[in-house]
């Protein structure tokens, strides 16, 4: 079912479009985007071919207006950046934190790195999953993960990222209560197991955010991405 929030010209592009996209935006394809993030009043850079480039689409911000701000410093992570909402939130809150800042599409990256340039934001590193150095332990985790890449790959970046939370750390993720929030929340909880407690923190305008709680150990759900 499409998103209804989603602009016209965005739902009639291909789906897949926004996920992959492997050329940064010329000068011509990027234009402004003024925001609120943060309490700030932004001007930003979005572009076609990264999801949802004229507006912070409805998940997104209610993500950020329901989740408790993130830790002070140690490495944060926005799994499916996009342009950059939610990292850029993230390293405004907390300057003295390492934010990452990870998409496979390369536009979105590019995006990213020239906005946090905007910004002053010298803590995001914008980058692909395989940069991230392996010994990176993250203190949260916060996205609007990319439901319609399908159930495997989904259930893949998410066994792949979320054994990395540190103990006693937490990951936040909203999805749309249409789109499979409630079966994700059970199917996470089967396959963390004891290593995590996952949580339905927040429903609001037809989105829930999951809560993932780090419980100690990683052993468990690291064996689950076995």
Same mark, same amino acid.
């Given at each position: 079912?499409? !998103? ?11 789906? *897949? ?6 050329? /940064?935006?010329? /000068? ?11 309490? =700030?009043?932004?001007?930003?850079? $979005? ?12 998940? $997104? &911000? ?12 140690? %490495? ?26 990870? !998409? ?10 020239? +906005?946090? %340039?905007?910004?002053?934001?010298? +803590?995001? &590193? ?6 991230? /150095?392996?010994?990176?332990? @993250? ?24 054994? &990395? @939370?540190?103990?006693?750390?937490? *990951?936040?993720?909203?999805?749309? =209560?249409?789109?499979?929030? %409630? ?10 197991? !004891?290593?995590?407690?996952?949580? =339905? ?23 689950? =991405?076995?």
């Amino acid at each position: 079912m499409p !998103d209804p929030a989603e602009p016209a010209d965005a739902r009639a592009a291909d789906p *897949a479009d926004h996920y992959f996209t492997a050329r /940064p935006a010329s /000068p011509s394809e990027r234009r402004p985007l003024r925001v609120r993030l943060a309490g =700030r009043e932004l001007e930003l850079e $979005t572009a076609r071919g990264v999801f949802s480039p004229d507006r912070l689409d409805l998940g $997104t &911000r209610v993500l950020l207006e329901t989740v408790p701000a993130p830790p002070t410093s140690g %490495d944060l992570l926005d799994l499916g950046c996009g342009w950059g909402p939610v990292a850029l939130t993230l390293a405004l809150t907390s300057p003295a934190a390492r934010v990452w800042a990870v !998409d496979v599409n390369e536009r979105a990256l590019d995006l990213v790195r020239r +906005n946090a %340039d905007v910004l002053g934001l010298a +803590n995001v &590193r914008a980058v692909t999953p395989d940069d991230v /150095p392996a010994d990176v332990a @993250l203190a949260a985790l916060w996205s609007n993960p990319p439901i319609r890449v399908g159930k495997v790959a989904l259930h893949e970046m998410l066994l792949r990222w979320l054994p &990395r @939370l540190a103990p006693g750390a937490q *990951a936040h993720l909203v999805v749309q =209560r249409n789109l499979g929030a %409630d079966s994700l929340q059970r199917w996470l909880a089967e396959q963390l197991g !004891d290593a995590a407690e996952v949580t =339905r923190v927040e429903t609001e305008k037809g989105f829930r955010v999951l809560r993932v709680d780090q419980l100690g150990s990683t052993t468990a759900a690291s064996a689950a =991405r076995a």
